[in-house]
């Protein structure tokens, strides 16, 4: 099983990135899917979610209005558009699939991709 991120890179304030998160090895068609980022020194912490379904999506205060979290289930895919990108939205971005199908809490990830960097130059 794996989850293959990509998409990340320089982006300067304002601008915007799609992150892409490819699955394989499984069907996640049935689990709630989520991104996460990592800033170098601070914990690893939640970004967006989306359910089974995709009917309903859950946003970080710090990124709504800005992102949105979408999948495509035929394609076992999941990605994150990022707009007016901002410096402190600098991380490494995870995707990660729940072992539920709705919106949980991070120890309910656990499959998890490898990350991607995402750097916002100011």
């Known amino acids: 099983v794996q989850l293959q991120a990509s998409g990340g890179g320089l982006v300067q304030a304002g601008g915007s990135l799609r992150l892409s998160c490819a699955a394989s090895g499984r069907t996640f068609s049935n689990n709630g899917m989520g991104w996460f980022r990592q800033a170098p020194g601070t914990e690893r912490e939640f970004v967006a979610a989306?359910?089974?379904?995709?009917?309903?999506?859950y946003y970080a205060d710090s990124v709504k209005g800005r992102f949105t979290i979408s999948r495509d289930n035929a394609k076992n895919t999941v990605s994150l558009q990022m707009n007016s990108l901002k410096p402190e939205d600098t991380a490494v971005y995870y995707c990660?699939?729940?072992?539920?199908?709705?919106?949980?809490?991070?120890?309910?990830?656990?499959?998890w991709g490898q990350g991607t960097l995402v750097t916002v130059s100011s």
């Open positions: 990660a699939a729940s072992r539920a199908s709705t919106i949980s809490s991070m120890t309910e990830y656990v499959y």
């Open positions: 989306i359910t089974w379904s995709g009917h309903i999506t």
